[in-house]
């Protein structure tokens, strides 16, 4: 599932699932109801939730900067997204510490 995807079904949670009545609602209320089914998140979830926030605020500014990057690129990130979903990685820490035995001296 690519970001778009997971920011559309985000959205569709938060507006649909969440409240059935969300399309009679003011902004006023749906500020509040959107508020309050953040607050019931626990911290993995907020944290996810607030990630594909930023994501979705940006995505004009992601989108922009994805097209002026040439398609070697391109596939060079889906790659490394690949590998990632796939548990391929390398930890943060692990870089950190690699690096850091590297060049303490």
Same mark, same amino acid.
């Given at each position: 599932?690519?970001?778009?995807?997971?920011?559309?079904? #985000? @959205?569709?949670?938060? &507006? #649909?699932?969440?409240?059935?009545?969300? %399309?009679?609602? =003011?902004? !006023?209320?749906?500020?509040?109801? #959107? #508020?309050? +089914?953040?607050?019931? @998140?626990?911290?993995?979830?907020?944290?996810? !939730? &607030?990630?594909? %926030? @930023?994501?979705? @605020?940006? *995505?004009?500014?992601? %989108? /922009?900067?994805?097209?002026?990057?040439? !398609?070697? +690129? +391109?596939?060079?990130?889906? /790659? *490394?997204?690949? +590998? %990632?979903?796939? =548990?391929?990685?390398?930890?943060?820490? /692990?870089?950190?510490?690699?690096?850091?035995?590297?060049?303490?001296?």
């Amino acid at each position: 599932m690519d970001n778009l995807q997971i920011i559309k079904l #985000f @959205l569709f949670k938060v &507006y #649909f699932i969440f409240d059935k009545n969300v %399309l009679a609602m =003011n902004i !006023a209320e749906l500020k509040l109801n #959107f #508020f309050r +089914q953040i607050d019931r @998140l626990d911290k993995v979830k907020l944290e996810e !939730a &607030y990630g594909v %926030l @930023l994501n979705y @605020l940006n *995505s004009k500014d992601d %989108l /922009d900067e994805w097209n002026n990057l040439t !398609a070697e +690129q +391109q596939k060079g990130i889906m /790659d *490394s997204i690949e +590998q %990632l979903d796939n =548990n391929q990685g390398i930890s943060h820490s /692990d870089v950190i510490n690699k690096y850091k035995n590297k060049y303490s001296a």
